[in-house]
């Protein structure tokens, strides 16, 4: 698949629980969020994936200025981002059924795309934030890569550190 084209006939997932999130002070302007229940998504493949208790997220990772176009941060960004947040971490995303999707970089990318849409947003403001995290998102990838390379082999210590 074209990674630039959503296919139109992908189908979309859907959020379940409820988003409830504590406000974080951060250094930076980046609003981050620690997620006090667990919030799920269960993909159009039929899997479902939650994020965990305690879990910290900057949500959709855009800068201050952009956020205010797209929506207030603790809407969509909360939603989507802490699952892209956690995928990113951890190079995939484990499922409720105890085992774990592994997931490239784009897979993740295009996850968010489907997760925009499951929060309302349209196919364009999806497309745009898709296109943010193609041209942002190295960085973060690259930077998480090392940090699971530093944990291989230690399940624990990686869970604890994403």
Known sequence: MNPILR??????????GVL???VLKAPSKQ???RYME????????????????????DGASFP???????????CWSSAFGGHHDLGYRLGGLPLVDGSFKAM?????????????????H?????????HGLLIGGQGA???????RVACSGDAARLLAWA
């Not at 994936?49 to 997220?57: K, R």
């Open 141 to 147: 990838w690259d930077q998480n890569v090392r940090k």
């Open 122 to 130: 349209s196919e364009e403001s999806a497309a745009a934030i898709y």
């Open 64 to 74: 201050p200025a952009v956020q205010p176009i797209l929506g207030p941060p603790l």
């Open 38 to 57: 667990k919030f799920g998504y269960v993909s159009f493949e039929g899997w479902k994936s939650e994020i965990p208790i305690g879990f910290v997220s």
């Open 104 to 120: 490239t970089r784009s897979e993740l990318d295009l996850l968010a795309w489907d997760m925009a849409l499951a929060c309302g």
């Open 7 to 16: 296919d139109p006939h992908r189908g979309i997932g859907r959020f379940y």
């Open 31 to 33: 609003t981050r969020v």
């Open 20 to 22: 409830r999130v504590e």
